[in-house]
Every structure is written in structure tokens, then in C-alpha cells.
């Protein structure tokens, strides 16, 4: 009879611990995946940071008098090809006075101190078929005043 007993004991404790393995196995996969979200969201908002910086240089170097009009969008790729950014510039700031190649987007102002400011709304999404984003689909927004 005690043969039998230790038996059922020994089975017993296997499951347990089966079972305390199999949790701690979903556990840890939750916690592989959530660090695998938030770094390529984290990946997304410093290029967000950088779209930014391309989208006012970009301003910087655009000749309103040879294109005949202001720039209104700008779209970046990443140089690996993980995120895409498009970049639409709503208002232009200019100080008393309209700028003729910019009447759709310009906004007068009286003041100088926010002379050449401009509104920017961004959009950065994943490429999906990238095979480092695995499927992970992030579409982060951003409105943000800037000087070019």
C-alpha cells in the first residue's frame, strides 16, 4: 500500500511543477514580446525625432521662387526600409505680410519672434513586410510647431 501511495505522490508533484513551469513559460513569452513591442515603438519615435529634423531641413533648402508655390509634404523612408513618414506642413508663419507663393498655407503674423515657424503633422507608420517589424503594425501621429 505505501508503494502505491509514494507513486501517486511522485505523479503529483510532477503535475505541479508541470504546471508552475507552464505558467512561468507564458509569462515569459508575454514579457519576450512586450520588449520586442516597445523597442520597435521606441525605434518609431526617434525616427518620428528625426523625420522632424529632415522635414525643416528640407524647408531650409526649398526655393519657393524657382518651384513657384511652398512645400506642403514631405515623405521619408528609413534607410532600412522599417518606417515610412509623411510630413504635412498645414501653416506657414510669416511676419506682416503675404508671401505670394505660399497663399494657401500662410498664416500672417504681427509678430517676429514667430516669423518662419511652421505647423507640422506627422504620421510614421511600420512597413509591414519588413521582416524585423514581424508583423507588428505601429502607426504613431504628431502635431508640433517648429522653426525651420
Known amino acids: 500500500m505505501r508503494r502505491g501511495f509514494g507513486l501517486i505522490q511522485a505523479l503529483l508533484v510532477i503535475i505541479l511543477i508541470s504546471g508552475i513551469m507552464t505558467i512561468a513559460m507564458k509569462y515569459a513569452n508575454i514579457s519576450v514580446k512586450q520588449t520586442s513591442d516597445l ?49 504635412n506642413i498645414t501653416k506657414y508663419f510669416l511676419y506682416n505680410g503675404n508671401n505670394e507663393n505660399c497663399v494657401d498655407r500662410n498664416q500672417t503674423i ?28 505601429i ?7 517648429q522653426r525651420p
Open 39 to 87: 523597442y520597435v515603438r521606441e525605434s518609431a519615435e526617434l525616427f518620428m525625432n528625426s523625420a522632424v529634423e529632415l522635414t525643416l531641413l528640407a524647408i531650409s533648402g526649398y526655393d519657393r521662387n524657382v518651384h513657384g508655390n511652398c512645400l506642403h509634404e514631405v515623405n521619408i523612408t528609413s534607410a532600412n526600409k522599417r518606417f515610412t513618414a509623411d510630413v
Open 110 to 137: 504681427t509678430t517676429e519672434d514667430s516669423h518662419g515657424m511652421v505647423i507640422l503633422e506627422l504620421v510614421v507608420e511600420t512597413n509591414a513586410t519588413h521582416p524585423k517589424n514581424q508583423g507588428k503594425e
Open 139 to 145: 502607426r504613431l501621429t504628431r502635431r508640433t510647431l
